[in-house]
T-cell receptor
Framework: SQKIEQNSEALNIQEGKTATLTCNYT??????LQWYRQDPGRGPVFLLL?????KEKRKERLKVTFDTTLKQSLFHITASQPADSATYLC???????FGKGTRLHILP | DAGITQSPRYKITETGRQVTLMCHQT?????MFWYRQDLGHGLRLIYY???????DKGEVPDGYVVSRSKTENFPLTLESATRSQTSVYFC??????????????FGDGTRLSIL
């Protein structure tokens, strides 16, 4: 069956540095992959979608890469800020399989 | 304001009771979804609907019933609640053309506790 894994349960990054979150998947080749942000007590909010034929996607300080050979997506937040602290979820869109998420803490 | 709303935000009930969670969206999105979110499991799909009167099972449908008589509403019913159904429930919607390639818009969830 399809499996999706996100790196570590929590990630602490110093303010101003680049945060990199990892999403690995197995037993599947998704046509799309999405990233969401979730704050405590709130529903997930869509951030970026990347297709299998796109190597990289950017939106302001956010960048997503998609390596179909490694079966991996990387999510980068550059010049990180304390307001970026949240849980970030990746999802194999075709199968609607969500990863468990990575809690990101940006330390001032 | 347009959006997706869930009600109630919090609910406490007892085992064996029937409880219905409501979801309403104002975008006229074709697709709607119900998830549960538990520690250690992340978001898991319960049921989804491609249009009014069309519903299908997700990963964890047992013990749940859904209906979609109107495009804007997608209620989730626990016919006989069990403690294992204590969770946070999220509703989401997305535009037509299928759920692939379309972002989902989530409500803020219903925190359900079953005693």
């Amino acid at each position: 069956s399809q499996k999706i894994e996100q790196n570590s349960e929590a990630l602490n990054i110093q303010e101003g540095k680049t945060a990199t979150l990892t999403c690995n998947y197995t037993n599947y080749s998704p046509a799309y992959l999405q990233w969401y942000r979730q704050d405590p007590g709130r529903g997930p909010v869509f951030l970026l979608l990347i297709r299998e034929n796109e190597k990289e996607k950017r939106k302001e300080r956010l960048k997503v890469t998609f390596d179909t050979t490694l079966k991996q997506s990387l999510f980068h937040i550059t010049a990180s800020q304390p307001a970026d602290s949240a849980t970030y979820l990746c999802v194999l869109d075709d199968k609607i399989i969500f990863g468990k998420g990575t809690r990101l803490h940006i330390l001032p | 304001d347009a959006g997706i709303t869930q009600s109630p935000r919090y609910k406490i009930t007892e085992t064996g009771r029937q409880v219905t969670l409501m979801c309403h969206q104002t975008w006229s999105h074709s697709y709607m979804f119900w998830y549960r979110q538990d520690l250690g499991h992340g978001l898991r799909l319960i049921y989804y609907s491609a249009a009014a009167d069309i519903t299908d099972k997700g990963e964890v449908p047992d013990g749940y019933v859904v209906s979609r008589s109107k495009t804007e509403n997608f209620p989730l019913t626990l016919e006989s609640a069990t403690r294992s159904q204590t969770s946070v429930y999220f509703c989401a919607s997305s535009e037509s053309h299928g759920y692939s390639n379309q972002p989902q818009h989530f409500g803020d969830g219903t925190r359900l506790s079953i005693l």
